[in-house]
């Protein structure tokens, strides 16, 4: 039999593209299954470093129920099979999951599973141990028939468009080619030839590409106007917490001096102080975390120590306001903090996230044994160079015999879901720092929690004491009134008069501008008092004491002495700090010094 070229042509074609397909088959076949355990693989690689991050601490303090917990809320993720934790030292670790599974594979060699190691330390020099994770993955015969189901039938569609467009095409031609030869013919023997056009293909897929890009860009406009409303929530929540903080530093001020007053409405009002500075505290947190949550992290490490020493009564003040939002609805509990005036600039060389999670802790215990009423206490005192921390509670107190084993690991009374590990924890961490925790308890009459911690030296923005020398004066930059007042009724007005000092109340940096252009003889031992932040102004205190040159004259006093940066700022200038939440134990001299008080230390 005898085959046309055009039907040779039509077999080969088909042949090289039969041909084509099917290595294409192979290749996609191939690139599919990478593709899925690919994304299954590199999805879960970032949930079991999560998973690890989140276990870290729990593993240092050897907390074995919380690694549990964390485990088997991770299961709720239905991709997830099991999680299992390996000791570095051999230990038995912990599985959670298909049990089948816990154990089958060692290491994450398989493609269905994963791993991450913990350190202790953030130079990841010491492995903690090793957390693995095994996740179900599309199975290889599922994914098998379903590629090939797949690309057979788009082969085959394909196959069949192909044939049917080179039919169309050939035909088109051949129709093509006799208008042509039937034109030459007519022209040939003096007739008109209509004009005749053959379309082939004609397809667009502009108004699908518009649609998606119409789609993108309300995405994208979306997360603009979202964006838009964070960074407004945020600038909200730092004007409130400004707002709030200052006025709350005026009342705690007032509040110092109650004597005419009960007892009963002298609580009344500290209590009401304390939970005001809560509410601010929580607002200025959150705002400061969702600016920069990686540096949250990095400054709260539980292994980080500051080498400068950490402001206890600073970091107890915060624990007991967030204490105090989140058993605000036991109202028949109170929770307070009395701060003794020798403590006032207590350092000491701690780990302040680690201390927090232990008073936290303490905090929790002593509200856990109220069972109605009754009261917590959190003191700060000094003898010498120690730091006395207590908590104390009037609750149901702990017998005797049970006493000397609370200190042990996993030693637990009274708590239905104790792990035994919080005092255990409490009581290593501290001795760590070179200090001591002491319990003392009596049945229904309460427990006390003793912690005593050495003191460091204090950092060099610190003001130990605040001088004043005679015939000067003292300038107060700050945008709240009440703050002014507050200083004014803290250095006490018979004093000043006694001493001819001079008191000056300024509220924008601009005044202060002025205040020294018009006073251009001022005494060199003059006291600037500037707030850090200025409401709707671009300026700060900082920036304000540079451009005035008046390093030696000034202290700032702000709520932002926490911020890291803002310290070094303040020690390259040589500009000292004040915690205005301290500002009612800050302690007062009237001395004649050569120059403004106790100069900051050089360096």
Not at 118 to 139: K, M
Not at 149 to 154: D, F, H, I, R
Request: charged content about 20%.
């Amino acid at each position: 039999m005898q085959l046309r070229a055009s039907s040779v042509l039509y077999i080969v074609f088909n042949v090289l593209l039969i041909g084509f397909f099917a290595a294409t088959y192979k290749l996609m076949s191939l690139k599919i299954e990478g593709l899925f355990l690919g994304h299954d693989r590199s999805a879960h690689q970032q949930k079991v470093e999560l998973i690890a991050r989140s276990i870290r601490h729990n593993v240092l303090v050897g907390d074995y129920v919380g690694i549990r917990r964390v485990f088997q809320n991770t299961l709720n993720d239905n991709s997830i099979r099991t999680v299992r934790f390996e000791p570095k030292d051999g230990t038995e670790g912990i599985c959670v999951g298909n049990e089948q599974h816990c154990y089958a594979q060692k290491e994450s060699s398989d493609r269905q599973s994963v791993s991450s190691t913990l350190y202790f330390d953030a130079n990841q020099e010491t492995s903690i141990g090793t957390v693995f994770l095994r996740f179900a993955s599309v199975q290889a015969a599922q994914l098998t028939k379903i590629t090939s189901a797949y690309l057979g039938g788009v082969l085959l569609v394909t196959l069949i468009f192909f044939n049917v467009l080179i039919t169309l095409f050939l035909r088109a031609i051949k129709k093509q080619v006799s208008w042509s030869i039937d034109a030459v013919r007519s022209l040939s023997r003096g007739r008109n030839v209509p004009t005749r056009k053959t379309v082939l293909l004609e397809k667009t897929e502009f108004s699908k590409a518009l649609s998606e890009l119409q789609n993108v860009l309300q995405d994208y406009r979306k997360s603009v106007e979202e964006a838009s409303k964070q960074e407004a929530l945020l600038e909200l929540a730092k004007q409130v917490a400004h707002d709030i903080r200052s006025p709350l530093s005026a009342l705690k001020l007032a509040s110092t001096d109650l004597s005419e007053l009960s007892d009963e409405k002298r609580i009344l009002i500290r209590s009401a102080i304390d939970r005001i500075q809560g509410i601010a505290n929580n607002i200025l947190e959150r705002q400061r975390a969702s600016v920069s949550q990686k540096f949250y992290e990095a400054s709260n490490d539980p292994t980080s120590i500051n080498s400068s020493g950490e402001l206890l009564a600073s970091l107890i003040d915060r624990i007991v306001a967030e204490k105090r939002m989140l058993y605000g609805a036991r109202s028949e509990i109170d929770i307070e903090f009395e701060l003794d005036p020798s403590s006032y600039g207590a350092f000491s060389k701690i780990s302040a996230s680690e201390f927090k999670r232990m008073l936290s802790n303490l905090i929790d215990n002593s509200v856990e044994a109220i069972a109605s009423g009754g009261r917590v206490t959190v003191s700060l005192h000094s003898q010498g160079n120690i730091s006395l921390l207590s908590v104390q509670d009037n609750g149901r107190g702990i017998a005797p015999d049970i006493l000397p084993k609370l200190f042990k690991e996993g030693a637990t009374f009274g708590k239905k879901k104790g792990s035994g590990l919080g005092l255990y924890h409490a009581k290593r961490a501290v001795e760590s720092w070179g200090g001591k925790l002491e319990l003392t308890s009596a049945l229904n009459q309460g427990t006390t929690v003793t912690v005593v911690l050495p003191q460091t030296q204090a950092p060099a923005w610190y003001v130990p004491t605040l001088q004043i020398g005679p015939q000067s004066t003292v300038v107060v930059v700050d945008d709240d009134p009440s703050i002014s007042q507050a200083w004014c009724s803290r250095l006490g007005s018979a004093e000043m008069k006694t001493r001819n000092i001079r008191f000056v109340s300024l509220s924008k940096t601009q005044d202060l501008l002025e205040w020294r252009e018009h006073n251009q003889d001022a005494c060199q031992n003059d006291l600037y008092l500037v707030d850090y932040e200025f409401v709707g102004e671009t300026t700060n205190g900082l920036n304000l004491i540079e451009q005035l040159a008046i390093q030696a004259q000034s202290i700032l006093v702000t709520n932002s002495y926490e911020d890291k940066t803002l310290v070094e700022k303040c020690l390259k200038q040589k500009v000292r700090l004040i915690p205005k939440s301290l500002l009612p134990y800050l302690p007062i001299s009237y001395a004649m010094p050569a120059s403004l008080g106790q100069q900051p230390p050089p360096g």
